[in-house]
């Protein structure tokens, strides 16, 4: 998985499309959450097969930022486009759906921005030397 993680003012989205007939359905409103880190998700094809280990370090990495910054909230963003080799849809919803209640585990409250969905989004980045980070994740 490949993941950028961004301290953020603020995000906000609103899905507008489907951009895959098969994704789930999808409240088409906006959204907006303050003070959070937000994790931009890209699954890979490395990652098929390995779904669930790979959404559990994918949220110790996050934790990892997490306690350095001390974000309100985490907010996971599916982006297939951090990937030159994305995974099949189905693998992506996999690790999705085992990646949010990792993180929520952990104490934070976390929102999931909807897969498959093309979507407008705007985002305030705080500026700081770990306001950015991209990462490889891997199982």
């Not at 950028?4 to 098969?22: C, N």
């Not at 110790?60 to 849809?89: G, M």
């Not at 705007?122 to 770990?130: A, E, N, Q, V, Y």
């Amino acid at each position: 998985m490949r993941m950028l993680t961004i301290h953020a003012d603020f995000i906000e989205f609103e899905p507008l499309t489907k951009a895959l007939r098969s994704a789930p359905d999808a409240e088409q409103k906006q959204e907006r959450y303050e003070e959070c880190l937000v994790a931009f998700c890209s699954v890979e094809k490395s990652d098929e097969g390995k779904e669930e280990a790979v959404a559990l370090k994918a949220a110790e990495e996050i934790d990892r930022v997490a306690q350095q910054v001390k974000p309100a909230r985490i907010v996971i963003y599916p982006f297939v486009h951090l990937s030159s080799s994305p995974s099949s849809p189905s693998s992506a919803i996999k690790v999705l759906n085992s990646l949010e209640p990792a993180v929520r585990a952990r104490g934070y409250e976390t929102h999931v921005s909807p897969f498959g969905w093309y979507k407008r989004f705007t985002i305030s980045c705080k500026g700081h030397p770990l306001s950015e980070l991209s990462q490889m994740v891997s199982a």
